[in-house]
DNA sequence: CGCCGAGTTGAACTGAATCAAGAAACGTGG
DNA sequence: CCACGTTTCTTGATTCAGTTCAACTCGGCG
């Protein structure tokens, strides 16, 4: 999940107040755990600094679901919405501060405040139409598009994240990511 | 866009009568393109009977990005949300009639009635939801596994549509998916 | 220095795509 | 109701992108 500086609603004083009030922003230190596999998540984070990562364990191995950072969301999206224990871990990628927003505060500020609503209806529909064009991406392009597509969408994801999870995000392996890589340096 | 039966908002009387009466039903028979690339598709459909397809053409492949039958929405996605030409066509599947709700007009319940809006952003979430899950399919399940999610799913799918759009829908090949059915024929 | 995690490279393998041809089903007009 | 063309589906042979498994390199760090 994720939000855009696009977000163009403006959003009422007392709601801002409202917000700051109650919320709480934690800080994490690299690799730590934010969320874990079977616990509820039912809260939002807002990342003021630093960076987090969505994976869960398939047969084991580690697979890389979102990454979000500065000025982005992140929750485990299925347990949050559908109220269900999430398959997701959140681990901080970097020394990260993140604002916590729980659903509780969000459906009260749904409730009083229409423009907070509506905010919301804009930030799902973003995701919405991000995730519908990932899916593109995973039916038609190659690992080396896949890849590049990242690249100009993230450029700085490489600084930042191990190569292994970049390649589990795009759905290919670390080798064959780093074939792509290999061809394209020449 | 899909909407479940699961939608346990209930709109006011005032605002389905609103809903109503701005609102206009069409029939079109099997085989009409409802939607055409490049135009602008400012509305929903809403099916009440048979079933309508979007897809899109692919270096002049057709590939199916959406089917929806009885009680679900259709639109092109990125057309309606980001008022961009539609990379989709919408045809009918078989001889069908759906409600046709113009964007303004739903922005404009929005606007007025609370529950309305709560039901967009229900109806969003729950498409972010599916297009996730999809999101999973696409990246870990061999093409056996992603027939047979989609049969679980809309078990009638094959008595409604010819297996190529299935195939595309699914990301694989016509040739392909006849080889999976016959395999588990036997 | 030597270990360890991260990345690279190579070789063999495989699921699915592609290309090509034929069989079934389907509809339409004579 | 049958003949014919079209569309849909099946089958086979070949090719290819990407996986898997395994070994090797490199840069940090105790």
Request: a neutral charge; glycine letters at 4%; aromatic letters at 10%.
């Amino acid at each position: 999940m994720r939000i855009d500086n696009s977000s163009s609603i403006d959003l009422p004083q007392s709601c801002l107040a409202a917000l700051a009030e109650s919320t709480v922003t934690l800080t994490f230190p690299k690799g730590a755990t934010v969320v874990r596999e079977g616990q509820y998540c039912n809260q939002l984070f807002f990342i003021g600094q630093g960076g987090l990562r969505a994976y869960y364990l398939k047969d084991g191995r580690d697979i890389t679901d979102w990454f979000a950072f500065e000025g982005e969301f992140v929750c485990s999206i299925r347990s949050y919405f559908l109220k269900i224990p999430s398959e997701h871990y959140i681990e901080a990628i970097e020394s990260t501060t993140a604002l916590v927003l729980s659903k509780n505060v969000i459906d009260g500020l749904s409730a009083t405040y229409r423009a907070f609503e509506q905010l919301s209806l804009q930030i799902v529909t973003e995701t919405m139409l991000h995730l519908q064009q990932q899916i593109v991406s995973l039916k038609f392009e190659t690992a080396q598009q896949k890849y590049q597509n990242l690249l100009t969408v993230r450029p700085d994801i490489t600084q930042k994240v191990p190569l292994t999870h970049i390649a589990s995000y795009l759905g290919i392996t670390l080798e064959t990511l780093s074939r792509i890589r290999k061809k394209s340096r020449i």
